[in-house]
């Protein structure tokens, strides 16, 4: 008993040393750059994303935000080791779509709730696009291919279990053909094997090819859009549009480890508001062919939350390889 009266106020002392600690730091907070980690090669919509939120923020953050490109495992390697991190306010990560999928396949441990989220900043329909001297003219005569051959019509995507795989695979379920799914290390990678004539088509958002279509090296068939899209793919019809009810795309936007000091949350949150809400963001974001997307802190764990329940249930109906 004298042992744990000794040790007890000992304990106590410590726990309010470390609490005076964690607040000291944070009223400090930032004193050092940022890491920022992007769960994608470079050269794609999230990478893009986030080094045009890198650039806007200096605005708002009194320290650099310098990214960190992590591809692997569908965005898992890199959102798990935001995870893991030390809840300082010193990394945080990119949150993609794959992080209300890849749980679900049993790629990871890490969920929606693993994180504080700090702001929805995007949101975009998939495409599916071809070269332009492909013979598929339509989705129509790609379908019809694939209805006829299964699994000779290769499709490329940004990698197992990510958005454009899983969207691929609803394309599947609601019309009734069969692809031969093709992944590669990230949505640039497949632009560059489609370009290249490797695969005969791709699903992927429409940053990640807007200076191919400009270029008229490719050309996109479809949208899975729920609403009509800007130029330069206003012309393009939806699945929708042709009596398919299918819409799925992507979103990205940031979160910290939990645990992270609720000053640090403020301050990195009021940051990404106002980046997300600068004109000189926005403006960027639409130049690329990224839509913006802004939801706060409390809205975009939500929307993770419902998105991960939609594609539980989407991936129990496609019965895909785990």
């Known amino acids: ?41 470079a050269g794609g919509g999230t990478d893009i994303m986030a080094r045009l939120f890198a650039e806007t923020a200096k605005k708002y953050v009194t320290q650099p935000i310098v990214v960190s490109n992590k591809p692997g495992v569908s965005g898992g390697l890199a959102m798990t080791e935001v995870q893991r991190a030390a809840p ?22 890490v969920t929606t709730s693993d994180f504080i989220p700090l702001a929805r900043l995007n949101g975009d329909p998939g495409l599916i696009a071809v070269r332009a001297e492909s013979p598929y003219q339509s989705i129509d005569e790609l379908l019809a291919a694939a209805r006829k051959q299964p699994g000779t019509v ?7 279990g990510t958005i454009w795989h899983l969207a691929a695979a609803a394309v599947e379920e609601k019309t009734g053909v069969k692809f031969n799914h093709v992944p590669f290390q ?49 012309k393009v019809l939806s699945f929708k549009d042709k009596g398919v009810d299918l ?41 690329a062919n990224l839509q913006p997307a802004y939801l706060d802190g ?9 998105q991960s329940a939609y594609f ?3 991936l129990a109906g496609l019965n895909l390889q785990k």
């Open 186 to 234: 990230g949505a640039a990678p497949s632009v560059m094997a489609l370009a290249g004539g490797h695969v005969d088509a791709i699903t992927v958002s429409p940053a990640e090819i807007g200076s191919f279509v400009a270029a008229g090296k490719v050309r996109v068939l479809v949208s899975m859009a729920d609403r009509k899209l800007p130029a330069p793919y206003d």
């Open 88 to 109: 300082d306010g010193y990394k945080i990560g990119v949150l993609i779509s794959e992080l209300a999928i890849i749980p679900h396949l049993g790629m990871t441990k």
């Open 247 to 287: 819409v799925v795309g992507t979103w990205r936007g940031l979160g910290v480890p939990l645990n992270t000091p609720p000053e640090v949350v403020q301050y990195l949150r009021e940051a990404s508001r106002k980046t997300g809400e600068d004109p000189a963001f926005r403006e960027a974001l639409l130049k």
């Open 154 to 160: 290769t499709m490329g995507n940004a990698g197992t």
């Open 298 to 306: 409390e809205q975009f764990q939500a929307f993770m939350n419902n």
């Open 1 to 41: 008993m004298k042992f744990l009266r000794t040790l007890l106020p000992a304990a106590a002392a410590s726990l309010a040393a470390l609490t005076l600690s964690a607040a000291a730091i944070a009223a400090d907070y930032p004193t050092r750059p940022i890491e920022m980690v992007v769960p994608s090669t």
């Open 312 to 314: 539980k249930k989407l």
